[in-house]
């Protein structure tokens, strides 16, 4: 299922509005918010755990696309960055109670969203089914019915299965059993050990663990679901929203966006330009 006009309208929204400051890229550094400014640092809230966007290295440190690319934001902003890591579930509530500035975590643009926080897109993400080699394939999630199926609570994939169910329910099938789990590496491991038969993640993901673990893991079926990602913030962060907008505008005129991408080998969800 790919859902295309939410998809437009929020890449629209970043060429038009918050990246409004490509026409003048070799202005002054924007603004940013007294406390920002004062304290040099630009507090990110992320669910450090869903490689390749955000994870753990050896040396424990936070790695991935959304850490490069929100620590080049940062750097540009002449501020540090403060990674403050947290359970996906957590993070919008975390982000209302102003214990960070934004959120960089893969967080998809969902009306629902919207309507407690504001998004800038910076790329496009894909969700797929992760299974295990020689599983049959899954041409759909209504192909899971009956089957035992791990996610992450709060995640898209979640909304998905529930919307699976719903129409197996209403064919008379067998509805998906969704286990839950708070972390990307219980669900994965619940998969490894084959206590489940899927696993409803981002693809972004799924591909990293497939070439990461080769013959641990596969693809269900093709991506099936395509939708616009964005860093959180709250509405009222006006000034903010117009500081990092700018400077991504700078970033993928300058062809710095493109290489973070290229970097994690994700040239398929950058946003296009122009």
């Not at 790919?2 to 060429?15: D, K, N, Y």
């Amino acid at each position: 299922m790919i859902r295309m006009r939410p998809l437009l309208r929020a890449i629209g929204a970043l060429a038009g509005a918050g990246l409004a400051g490509l026409a003048s890229a070799h202005a002054a550094s924007p603004a940013l918010p007294p406390g920002i400014a004062k304290s040099g640092t630009l507090r990110i809230c992320s669910a450090v755990n869903l490689p390749p966007m955000e994870f753990m290295n050896e040396a424990t440190k936070p790695s991935g696309l959304d850490i490069d690319l929100g620590d080049a934001v940062a750097k540009r902003l002449g501020v540090k960055t403060e990674w403050i890591n947290m359970p996906f579930a957590g993070l919008i509530p975390a982000l209302l109670a102003s214990h960070c500035d934004i959120i960089m975590s893969q967080l998809f643009i969902k009306p629902g969203r919207l309507k407690v926080i504001d998004e800038i897109p910076y790329m496009v993400s894909h969700e797929a089914v992760l299974v295990k080699p020689g599983a049959k394939p899954v041409p759909s999630l209504e192909t899971l019915s009956g089957k035992k199926v791990a996610t992450v609570t709060g995640t898209t994939a979640t909304v998905l299965l529930d919307a699976a169910n719903k129409k197996l329910h209403a064919a008379g099938k067998t509805p998906i059993d969704i286990v839950m789990f708070p972390e990307n590496t219980q669900a994965l491991q619940q998969l490894q050990f084959g206590q489940v038969a899927a696993y409803g993640v981002a693809y972004e993901t799924a591909r990293y663990y497939i070439h990461k673990a080769p013959g641990q893991f596969a693809m269900g079926g093709p991506p099936y679901f395509t939708i616009a990602t964005g860093i959180g913030i709250r509405k009222d962060e006006t000034v903010l929203n117009k500081a990092i907008s700018f400077t991504l505008a700078g970033m993928m005129k300058d062809g710095t966006y493109a290489a973070i991408f290229r970097k994690w080998d994700l040239g398929i969800d950058m946003l296009k330009h122009g």
